[in-house]
């Protein structure tokens, strides 16, 4: 691990800004996996790095879909939550390979569900309760992705 950081997000605007603020020094292509335990904020901080890159309309949690596509500019962006997958396998049937080998940043909800079937992530974003607050831990995997020390 290149670096690890942890911080407290005291509510939803503050798990937002996080991800306004992470989306400024992200590169185009990469795999972040989020971990963290149901209501954490997984979805709301993908919200807040959408919307901090251009995207206007809504960011849904793919619970259901296991994968929703956003294209803002010249970016992609392949918001997965693995929740609900039943067998690990039917990433290889959804075409995942497709998706992670694009230029397009890879953010993945509950990827524990098919490590298997992932490349290694990048960066690691684990939330968590604490009382009444958050937190949140971010791992760098990737030295490519020094520029992110801006979190230290």
């Not at 800004?17 to 990469?30: I, M, R, T």
């Not at 959408?50 to 956003?70: D, F, R």
């Not at 607050?133 to 979190?151: C, G, M, T, Y």
Request: hydrophobic residues 40%.
């Amino acid at each position: 691990m290149f670096l690890s950081v942890n911080q407290f997000l005291k509510d939803e605007l503050a798990t937002l800004n996080f991800g306004a603020h992470l989306a400024k020094w992200l590169p185009k292509k990469g795999i972040i996996f989020l971990h963290g335990p149901l209501g954490a904020g997984k979805t709301t901080l993908v919200r807040g790095l959408l919307k901090a890159n251009g995207h206007q309309g809504n960011t849904k949690s793919p619970t259901y879909t296991l994968v929703e596509p956003y294209q803002v500019g010249d970016r992609h962006f392949y918001h997965f939550d693995l929740y609900r997958l039943s067998d690990a396998e039917e990433l290889e049937y959804m075409g995942i390979r497709d998706y992670v080998e694009e230029n397009s940043l890879c953010l993945i909800e509950w990827p524990e569900k098919a490590i298997e079937f992932l490349p290694k992530a990048d960066m690691t974003l684990t939330l968590s309760y604490e009382g009444e607050q958050r937190s949140i831990k971010l791992e760098i995997h990737n030295p490519d992705w020094k520029k992110l020390a801006v979190f230290e």
